[in-house]
């Protein structure tokens, strides 16, 4: 039976900095903390764990003092920042270069549409830790909307600039700006594709590469919502598609008769573990 691993998935350039910080920071500290998950992979967090990384949530973080935090990819808000700053708490910035210019672009858009009575819209997911960063970059003015549903809470009368959060789909994206303009009154709507197209191309890539193979085995986290699009994607191209968060959520009936396996993943699944499940396929 031949088993391939998908060379293209695993872990996006965000998250190995973040991690590679992480680890480098733990070779010297006993403890660092993570503001949140540093990726949504529990295998993974459960390693950096063991090493000494600690997951705390914003309410536990607002109550540190002298220590060291690590920032995840995802970006924080200027608050988390001063926060720190005012308590003794050495910031390792893990933000992901392009969720840091996006949040740059954000901010400078909030300071001109403040002067011109304009509303900043982020396409995105309420609640997501990059979104929430990004918002805080505007005073937490802007107006998060995720479905067309959502544009009322938009005023069609004054100007615009629209965002979109990094890891969203394009043509979800490009669907939603063109209703923004088309229910408009105003001649000033600005639309930034900020969608990261090393997430974005990969799924055009998974679709070919789910159709390749007979079975395909997805590797992810089940919290991670990258993992359940990019699942979503190998089952449509391939009815033979099946999610898993370890070796051993494997079933052997999967495999009968079968001679050829397609093993991908997330951003936010790391190459050890693909390695492990395709190691486990060989062997049954």
């Known amino acids: 039976m031949i088993v391939e691993i998908d060379q293209k998935s695993g ?40 090493s000494g990384l600690i997951t705390i949530s914003h309410e536990e973080f607002f109550k540190l003092k002298d220590c060291k935090v690590l920032i995840r990819a995802h970006g924080e808000p200027p608050s988390t920042y001063e926060y720190a700053l005012q308590n003794n708490i050495q910031l390792i910035d893990a933000t992901c270069p392009v969720v840091l210019k996006l949040q740059q672009r954000v901010k400078k858009a909030a300071e001109t549409m403040r002067d011109e009575n304009g509303q900043v819209v982020i396409f995105g997911h309420q609640g997501h830790a990059e979104v929430t960063g990004l918002v805080g970059q505007t005073l937490n003015e802007a107006i998060v909307v995720e479905h067309s549903d959502d544009l009322m809470k938009i005023d069609p009368s004054r100007p615009v600039v629209v965002f979109s959060q990094t890891t969203k789909s394009v043509g979800e994206f490009k669907k939603l700006a063109a209703n923004l ?67 051993e959520d494997l079933r052997t009936d999967w495999f009968a008769d079968i001679d050829s396996v397609g093993v991908c993943g997330a951003t936010s699944t790391p190459q050890w573990l693909m390695e492990k499940v395709a190691q486990r396929i060989k062997d049954i």
Do not use: M, W
Not at 12 to 31: S, Y
Not at 184 to 211: I, M, P
Not at 216 to 222: A, C, L, T
């Open 11 to 50: 872990f996006c350039f965000g998250v190995l900095n973040a991690i590679g910080k992480a680890e480098e920071t733990l070779e010297t500290e006993d403890v660092l903390y993570s503001l949140g998950h540093i990726v949504h992979n529990e295998l993974e967090v459960k390693r950096l764990q063991e």
């Open 181 to 247: 303009q088309s229910q408009s009154q105003n001649s000033r709507v600005e639309v930034h594709d900020t969608v990261c197209r090393q997430v974005s191309n990969r799924v055009l890539y998974l679709q070919k590469f789910a159709v390749r193979f007979e079975v395909v085995i997805f590797v992810g986290g089940i919290r991670s919502s990258n993992a359940q699009v990019l699942f979503d994607v190998c089952r449509q191209n391939n009815g033979r598609s099946y999610f898993v968060s370890s070796p």
